[in-house]
């Protein structure tokens, strides 16, 4: 297997603008997680799925931030509008289920201007 | 809110010495922990797991303590090599709900 797949690897983009990051978790994982990781405050949980359910999305700082898991071989997050704040590495991993090993993908750098 | 911390932000260690990386819990529900090992430009990648009916567990190199009665998670490295080099984050998890990371220990390793 591929591991989890996440792209693009970079994005730069102006204030305002939408981006979406995308990611194919491992085939057969049940749970997909999307993190963010800035030196400030470390690996934070965004939101996580289980059989393509979104059962906590506390981790999301506002309305600005969505995510979807339209079927269990893809996921999006979507920032509408960006803000520079938002700049960061954000990382999709997924597991067999939650209380199991999470494979990380390579995240997406993302860098709002 | 309750977390998962390390104790130290940085740590360095010469070749051919054993590490000692640690992590304190707050939460006494947390019932699986694990360490990832993150590299530069990489993301998290497991090294080893325990959960919580277990005190110790030896890996390849790597042994990780538990001990629930003060909360303390703790990976040993034997013989530090250059390429262990990275950044360690311990994880907990709360009933099969998503890892909770800490803030991360940076090992640097000199030969």
């Known amino acids: 297997d591929a591991g989890v797949i996440q792209s693009p690897r970079h994005e730069v983009t102006e204030m305002g603008q939408e981006v979406t990051l995308r990611c194919k978790p491992i085939s057969g994982h049940n749970s997909l997680f999307w993190y963010r990781q800035t030196m400030m405050r470390g690996l934070e949980l965004l939101i996580y799925f289980n059989n393509n359910v979104p059962i906590d999305d506390s981790g999301m700082p506002e309305d600005r931030f969505s995510a979807k898991m339209p079927n269990a071989s893809f996921s999006t997050l979507k920032i509408q509008p960006s803000e520079p704040r938002d700049s960061a590495v954000y990382f999709c991993?997924?597991?067999?289920?939650?209380?199991?090993?999470?494979?990380f993908g390579q995240g997406t750098r993302l860098t709002v201007v | 809110g309750e977390s998962v911390g390390l104790h130290l932000p940085t740590l360095s260690v010469q070749e051919g010495d054993n590490s000692i990386i640690n992590c304190a819990y707050s939460n006494s529900a947390s019932d699986y922990f694990i360490w990832y090992k993150q590299e530069s430009g990489k993301g998290p990648q497991f090294i080893i797991d325990?959960?919580?009916?277990?005190d110790k567990r030896q890996g390849q190199r790597v042994t990780v303590l538990l001990n629930k009665t003060v909360k303390h998670l703790s990976l040993q490295i034997a013989a530090t090599q250059p390429g262990d080099s990275a950044v360690y984050f311990c994880a907990e998890n709360i009933g099969g709900a998503a890892l909770i990371f800490g803030k991360g220990t940076t090992l640097s390793v000199s030969s």
């Open positions: 991993a997924s597991s067999l289920a939650g209380d199991t090993e999470a494979f």
């Open positions: 325990i959960r919580s009916n277990m």
